[in-house]
């Protein structure tokens, strides 16, 4: 268990709709990022929060949004869903800065089919 | 930019057989982290070893080994005497300390362990 938790972890959805992915990191780890696995795409980051703060955009789509809350959960939202959205989702959280600390722990991700 | 290429997409041992599968990187940092993951077929991803750009000593940890080769670009990853619960998808990605701090993966590649 690598202490990051997601939910939910299957979701079933329609085109045109929009959907909420939680994610809680592990205790003590300020960054959460967003990856997308996708058959034909592979693992591919969408974004990174630090604290509460953006921190990097990678190829995340203008219908995907993202925040981190002050308790450092997250939520990735995805809008005006599309049949090409259906992938794995995985959140991951990372220590805070320092040697030894570079490792990204991943969650068990959620699964959306958009129908 | 960060790259990963994983150039077998798919493998298939026989049980007992040692494999070694390929990752070759690029980056123009001259400090990055290096890593593996496993993803069996439950779906998480999970965390195997991180290398330092800095540290080229190889890594054994029981039947596995990695073999880092700035001088090629490589970090590969051999599995000795492979057993069926060895079978996943297995992926190389980099990391670098500046600016955001994701992962960035290669295509993975599919080992298939057959009793």
């Known amino acids: 268990d690598s202490g990051v938790t997601q939910t939910p972890k299957h979701l079933i959805t329609a085109t045109g709709q929009r959907v909420t992915l939680r994610c809680s990191p592990r205790?003590?780890?300020?960054?959460v990022y967003w990856y997308q696995q996708s058959l034909d795409q592979g693992l591919q980051f969408l974004i990174q929060?630090?604290?509460?703060?953006?921190?990097a955009k990678g190829n995340i789509l203008e219908r995907f949004s993202a925040q981190q809350f002050p308790d450092l959960h997250s939520e990735l939202n995805l809008s005006s869903l599309e049949l090409g959205d259906s992938a794995l989702y995985f959140c991951?959280?990372?220590?805070?800065?320092?040697?030894?600390?570079?490792?990204?722990?991943f969650g068990s991700g959620t699964q959306l089919s958009v129908l | 930019a960060q790259k990963v290429t994983q150039a077998q997409t798919e493998i298939s041992v026989v049980e007992k057989e040692d494999v070694t599968l390929d990752c070759v990187y690029e980056?123009?940092?001259?400090?990055?982290?290096l890593f593996w993951y496993k993803q069996p077929p439950s779906g998480e991803l999970v965390f195997l070893i991180r290398?330092?750009?800095?540290?080229?000593q190889n890594e054994i940890s029981g039947r596995y080994s990695w073999n880092f080769q700035k001088s090629t670009s490589s970090f590969n990853f051999t599995i000795t005497a492979s057993q069926v619960v060895d079978s996943a998808v297995y992926f190389c990605?980099?990391?670098?300390?500046?600016?955001?701090?994701?992962?960035?993966f290669g295509s993975g590649t599919r080992l298939q362990v057959q009793p």
């Open positions: 991951a959280s990372s220590p805070p800065r320092g040697a030894g600390n570079e490792k990204l722990f």
């Open positions: 990605a980099l990391s670098v300390p500046t600016g955001r701090r994701a992962l960035t």
């Open positions: 290398r330092n750009s800095f540290d080229e």
């Open positions: 980056t123009r940092d001259t400090t990055y982290y």
């Open positions: 929060y630090y604290n509460g703060e953006e921190r």
């Open positions: 205790s003590g780890d300020l960054s």
